[in-house]
């Protein structure tokens, strides 16, 4: 038998191992049946596998890695595939699987004394949320994609959103963790505690690390107090540079109590009212930027109204805010998020547009949003810049279309272009590449380009020693 053919009657082998591992249920290889798990939602990559495996337990994702271990099959681990950097498809050349948590997707405990939930790594996030609301608790991570997500994924790429200045990222939000490690061994480290203070905290290696370590199989996450209370207020700025005063202004004014500050340009505005159904501008009069603002509080009688009013009213005496107005019932406050949410799915009506996630230092937002203004109208005027997101994080979606009647797909084309031009700007503000996206296969290239040689080096050596052969999502994250 030549070489060639005994690797392929291996592989045969090992694909009939992996089938009887999981049952017809949870296996795929027909296409058709695979092709919502190759394709990534925003259309940027394809990829092929061998087969599609959906375990519904802990024990058969071991089982899997197992047998992948032992025939150095590489695993491409998926949630709900809402990412946007490459990371959960897996690669063209198709000599993988792809393992969905898709079936693991039970909570297995809510602790409403403990503050603390555990659910199995395929749980939507709005049922994670669902169901600490449901022992009036919160689950405080929120995200455009909620209701398709899936908390181990989450995990994996340590999400971010719009909640995360009061709460902070899901990384500060898991307590324990269950994890497949590389070699199909299960590390049981799902503990509820606050404090443990016992050496490396390992978990936090597998948190954002992308499925390259191991496959997160579930996780125990932390609660709180259910926001009895919550006001929304839409405000109108003349200029970006005042959006970090008044974010520091609302911060002291609400007692901390700041829950969300989203900026919002009038492009941005313009396109969600233009393109998405039942989106309206809430203001009679056009203004260049815009913040969405949110405070809660855990009292009933909080009185977060009278200081939002309170606040309001001097920032416009202040000159930083002129116009706003405070959502009179949730369902006002609702059609100010559908703006936020609307601009963000109006995006692919509007020509082309080349996307980055940035942070920067929360006082150089301005900063930054004014320098890549410029850079990007310099090397191409008529480009429409579409920065908005999370200021109190220092997080701006700084995406530029296409100008008006250019041809999409050359704009398009010059991704890498532009990507650099606004990456040197935000590195050279002591910033981020990556705010709260990941990097996967989108932003490898620029990782390597602009980590510090002896983060990268570090990076590779943890990756090293839990993945010696490299079958976990290989190629993402880091080059190989
Ligand atoms: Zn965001």
Redo the contacts with the bound molecule.
Sequence with gaps: MSEKKLQASISSIALQRLKDAVGDKGFIDAPADMERYLLEERGLYRGAAKAVLRPASTEEVAAIVTICAQTKTPIFPQGGNTGLAGGAVPWEDGKGIVLSTARMNRVRNVDPIDYSITVEAGVILADVQKAADAVDRLFPLS??AEGTCQIGGNISTNA???AVLRYGNTRALVLGLEVVLPDGRVWQGLRALRKDNTGYDLKQLFIGAEGTLGIVTAATLRLFPKPKEIETAFLALSRVEDVMELFSRARMASGDQLTAFELISRFGVDMATHHIPGVTDPLAEKFPWYVLLEMSSSEAQSGIKETLEQFLGEAMEAGLVKDGTIAASQQQARGFWRIREGLVEAQKYEGGSIKH?ISVPVSRVAEFILAANKAVSDRLPGIRPNAF??VGDG?I?YNVHSPVGADAGVFVKRWEEFARLVHDIAMGMNGSIS???GIGRLKRDDLARYKPAIELELMHRIKNAFDPDGIMNPGKVLLP
């Design positions: 995200l455009g971010g959103g719009i996630d997101g999370h997080n979606h705010a709260e996206h």
